[in-house]
């Protein structure tokens, strides 16, 4: 099998060059409604593409991408280790996109689809993900209810900031999973919920009345299948250590200026909240900073939220 770097670099020399030219030409076609298309032609241009075979019926676009896609039955394509975005109402059953970033999908089916140690960030109804494999995906700020995840696999997965309203969750395996700041409303599980060693940090499972006056139910999650290694935490100190673990991996690979002082003071604030928790401790981060410093400062920490 190809590797990664071989996947991604055929589409830099000829033949591939060429070939994805004229794959991205037909997809800037294909976003007025009802455009006709068929993923046949795609498949046609793909034609002398270098490893190719590897992927069952030649369905490959690993290691490249696709953008502004809709209404497209892509079931069994393969775009693993590249990108896939601003695509809706396209069918994605059975395909791949392993390795891959993902974002801003709306209205597609995703039954048996593959996202193995994806990045995900997407908003908009799915209209099925049964069966799907998310093992090891990264999942973050995505509204991702409501939809039918049953029977799909989170092992070791990592959800944040995000929802799950009104999703069935009914036979999914999040055993070694993390879900953080996850809505946890209206959801359906059950004992085929699979809980152990899963870590539920804040997550949001109170009732809620929204500005209409409708109420939305808070999902207990012993209703699913847990054990003493499954761990629910509801802690600030959590989530601000864990804004300030992100900002610093920000600052300490940056090559602004500023960055090694505002690493430094990163790494000193989040020692302080180790040992006493502090609610104000964003706040407390200007005192001493100029306006040029707090304005990086600032910089980073919405760079850590996306």
Not at 62 to 70: N, P, S, T, W
Request: charge should be negative.
């Amino acid at each position: 099998m190809a590797t990664a770097k071989e996947l991604k670099r055929r589409w830099e020399i000829e033949p591939g060059k060429t070939i994805l030219k004229r794959v991205q030409q037909i997809f800037q076609t294909m976003w007025p409604i009802h455009h006709g298309f068929r993923s046949e032609e795609i498949l046609a241009l793909l034609e002398g593409l270098p490893f190719r075979e590897e992927v069952p019926g030649g369905k490959d676009l690993r290691g490249a991408g696709i953008g502004g896609v809709r209404e497209l039955n892509l079931t069994g394509w393969d775009f693993s280790f590249g990108g896939a975005g601003a695509c809706c109402y396209c069918n994605f059953t059975g395909a791949k996109f392993d390795h891959a970033s993902v974002t801003q999908m709306s209205e597609n089916i995703f039954r048996e689809a593959s996202f193995r140690k994806a990045t995900i960030r997407w908003s908009g109804e799915i209209q099925d993900a049964r069966n799907c494999n998310f093992e090891e995906a990264r999942i973050e700020n995505c509204s991702l209810g409501p939809a039918d995840f049953s029977s799909s696999c989170f092992r070791h997965a990592k959800l944040k900031l995000g929802g799950l309203v009104g999703s069935d969750l009914r036979g999914c395996d999040f055993r070694g999973a993390t879900l953080q700041d996850i809505v946890f409303r209206e959801i359906q599980l059950d004992k085929t919920t699979d809980f152990r060693g899963a870590m539920l940090i804040n997550i949001q499972d109170e009732d809620y009345r929204d500005g209409y006056g409708k109420v939305w139910r808070g999902t207990d999650w012993l209703l699913a299948n847990f054990d003493e290694t499954t761990r629910y935490i509801h802690s600030d100190r959590y989530s601000a250590l864990d804004d300030l673990n992100t900002a610093s991996g920000i600052a300490e690979s940056d090559t602004h200026p500023l960055a090694t002082k505002m690493y430094a003071l990163l790494q000193e604030t989040a020692a302080k909240l180790k040992k006493k928790f502090d609610p104000e401790w964003y706040d407390h981060l200007a005192e001493g900073l100029n306006q040029e410093e707090w304005a990086y400062l600032e910089e980073i920490f919405k760079q850590a939220a996306t």
